[in-house]
């Protein structure tokens, strides 16, 4: 199969695509033809040696696409099934991927648009549920126009939450089609979340990482009540927590939660664009430059959005 793979660390130039060994299925797991696979910030992480000094190293951890092998035990889905998921071998950017969490595709979701989900809506679940947030609660989301952002918003929403988050003003409106009250980043924050929120919040959940950490420990009260996907060093320093996928209490529960949700309207995450597979490092470059306004997904039939159209 064909895969997005690098062997020294760098830029965007050094990835390519190589022909790798099928792989196959372990108990439990299934195999799917990749139809598309999402970009995250952690893949550009990796790829200039941020993360890990393993090389080489293929890519991605979220993949769309249609069943085509089962692993010892399965019986939930079939072959010729629509699945979207995780994979544990960083290998999702290939034609073929094999998944160890995944659910049925909502019926009103293409390919892109579910492969689009899997970290968003873990990340900001697993957020969700360690700052407890439900009914009642007031939630600040700092980074809240970005795919985990908006995820957390829609969800803390659906679990009967009142939202305030931040973002540009370009970004505001589309805050408040979420249902969330949008305030500006920046200079300032504690007071304009004062204007909405007199009292401060409840808790407090940093997806963008911009060094607001001690804002968002005055707003929320403590520190216990705030969380980081985005901060290691910051978290460590003002003593909050860093929430991170390599966890046990991986919310891996919600890729069976989510269906309902989009197919009632209560939920939805933006693709912002499209690329072909062999189009990974130009993907990376934009994952790079930040502000996507939505999520970057590699298609592996080859074609972009322009092609599409």
């Known amino acids: 199969m064909k895969a997005v793979r690098y062997s020294r660390f760098g830029g965007p130039e050094v990835l390519g695509i190589e022909e790798l060994p099928d792989p196959h299925p372990g108990p439990g797991q299934i195999r799917i033809a990749v139809r598309a696979a999402g970009v995250n910030p952690s893949d550009w992480k990796k790829r200039r040696g941020l993360m890990d000094r393993e090389l080489p190293q293929s890519l991605g951890h979220e993949a769309a696409g249609v069943v085509d092998e089962l692993g010892q035990g399965v019986a939930d889905v079939a072959l010729g099934d629509r699945v979207f998921g995780f994979t544990m071998e960083e290998s999702a950017q290939a034609e073929l991927a094999v998944l160890s969490y995944y659910a049925p595709i909502p019926p009103s979701l293409d390919f892109p648009g579910a492969a689009a989900l899997p970290a968003a809506i873990e990340t900001a679940t697993r957020a969700l549920d360690q700052l407890g947030v439900g009914n ?62 007199p009292e401060g919040v409840d808790v407090a959940l940093d997806v963008a990482g911009s060094g607001v950490l001690p804002e968002l420990i005055e707003l929320a009260g403590v520190a216990e009540h705030v969380v980081s996907v985005a901060d290691f060093g910051g978290a460590q320093e003002h003593g909050v927590t860093f929430s991170s996928g390599d966890t046990a209490d991986r919310a891996v529960h919600a890729l069976d939660e989510i269906g309902n949700l989009i197919e009632s309207g209560r939920f939805s995450l933006r693709v912002a664009r499209t690329f072909p597979l062999t189009e990974a490092a130009e993907a990376h470059r934009v994952s790079e430059q930040g502000h996507t306004g939505g999520k970057l997904v590699l298609l592996v039939d080859g074609r972009s959005d322009a092609e599409r159209a």
């Open 136 to 197: 009642g609660s007031t939630l600040l989301v700092n980074g809240a126009s970005g795919s985990v952002g908006s995820a957390a918003v829609q969800l803390a929403l659906v679990r009967g939450a009142r939202v305030i988050g931040t973002a540009g003003r370009a970004n505001h409106e589309y805050l408040r089609s979420l249902g969330a009250e949008p305030v500006t980043y920046g200079a300032g924050l504690v007071e304009r979340v004062h204007a909405l929120a």
